[in-house]
């Protein structure tokens, strides 16, 4: 079995604030591996951005602070990384793509000038990205970063795209923006790619464009994908494996069929009841009473406790660990039962 790609051990993430100071990762545990989709799901505020701009070492401290837990990508630990070093990986071994793609595209570059210089970016650390070899001529770094940006853009399915990398943003439609992202993001042949909520602005014809134009890419570049969103249709017509997400915890894991057909966690089983479906009566819709609690004061033990119907008085005093219930399915709840408990040492 190939080893994983990006591995987070117990990470723990603190946020300071006026108000005071939010643990808001409280020992997230994930491991993806190349050519696996991994979907994030979960409610508003429960950490799944976090999670990604971690492994992007986005996330600025302060007011950040990172107490406990490592990052591992392809074995080196992101955490202790040197910002020049997270650099040099965000431009060619972690991709990542934004929600809203109006935001992150500069409106007074073209599409061509915004992908060729990241083009060059990627191939400042790998002149191979390029297609060239170290000590190449700036004018030969440059036609060779256009071109690339051409192909990149004719790969994610823009119409004519060549003579388009001159025209400015405004001049493309919002799934097309978003397809200028994607190729953006893969323009450095990324080991590991980070979409965050990349559908979430679209219609839905365009968002089962970009979710097959995903899949394919993941196929051709054998990458590992984290893709968060709160969509778990999305997560079961795209994604390989999903880790849902409350309050700063992975609370349930593993292979995306097993997982919604055979839910365990009292959260997920609450999410899967919450979809609407066509024969719902009106006024049958279930909603999950209560809000996610304020990561200042967080409860001890389980996170999902005061919410949930199952809860016990074990359940308030410690926070689960991990059971395995069947072949890499983990859920942290002490009222599943397990085949075997599992440790992270
Ligand atoms: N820069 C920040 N400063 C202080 N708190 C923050 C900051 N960014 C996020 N948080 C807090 O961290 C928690 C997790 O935020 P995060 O953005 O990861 O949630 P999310 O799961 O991505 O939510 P959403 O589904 O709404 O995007 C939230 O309680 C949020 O208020
Ligand atoms: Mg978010």
Not at 3 to 22: C, E, Q, T, V, Y
Not at 257 to 284: N, S
Not at 288 to 302: F, Y
Request: charged share 20%.
């Amino acid at each position: 079995m190939s080893n994983p790609l990006l591995k987070i051990r117990n990470l723990h993430l603190s946020m300071h604030s006026f108000d005071g100071k939010a643990h808001v990762l409280n020992g997230i545990n994930l491991e993806v591996k190349r050519n696996e989709i991994w979907g994030l799901v979960g409610e508003t505020g429960c950490g799944k951005s976090l999670t990604g701009l971690s492994v992007s070492g986005l996330v600025s401290s302060p007011p950040a602070e990172y107490h406990g837990g490592e990052i591992l990508f392809d074995g080196e630990d992101l955490l202790g990384c040197h910002e020049q070093r997270l650099l040099a990986l965000r431009g060619n071994k972690i991709g990542m793509i934004f929600q809203d793609p109006t935001t992150n595209l500069n409106p007074v570059f073209t599409i061509g000038t915004q992908l060729v210089d990241v083009a060059l970016a990627a191939g400042a650390s790998d002149p191979q990205v390029l297609g060239l070899t170290v000590g190449a001529s700036g004018r030969a770094r440059r036609r060779a970063a256009r071109a690339l940006a051409g192909d990149m853009l004719d790969k994610v399915g823009i119409p004519n795209a060549r003579a388009r990398l001159d025209d400015y943003p405004h001049q493309f439609s919002g799934g097309m923006r978003q397809r200028v992202l994607i190729a953006m993001a893969l323009i450095g042949r990324p080991d590991l790619l980070i979409a965050d909520e990349p559908t979430t602005a679209l219609d839905v014809s365009v968002q089962a464009q970009i979710l097959d134009l995903l899949r394919q890419m993941v196929d051709e570049f054998r990458m590992g994908v984290i893709l968060i969103t709160h969509n778990l249709g999305v997560v079961a017509q795209t994604c390989s494996h999903v880790a849902v997400m409350y309050a700063g915890n992975v609370v349930e894991s593993g292979p995306v069929r097993r997982v919604l057909e055979q839910p365990a966690h009292p959260y997920t089983r609450a999410l899967m009841r919450a979809i609407p479906t066509r024969d719902v009566k009106r006024g049958a819709l279930f909603g999950l009473a209560g809000s996610v609690p304020n990561l200042l004061s967080p409860p001890t033990g389980c996170r999902f406790a005061p919410r949930c119907a199952l809860a016990s008085p074990a359940c308030h005093s410690a926070l689960p660990a991990d059971r395995e219930v069947a072949p890499d399915h983990k859920v942290a709840c002490v009222h599943v039962s397990a085949m075997k408990e599992t440790s992270y040492a």
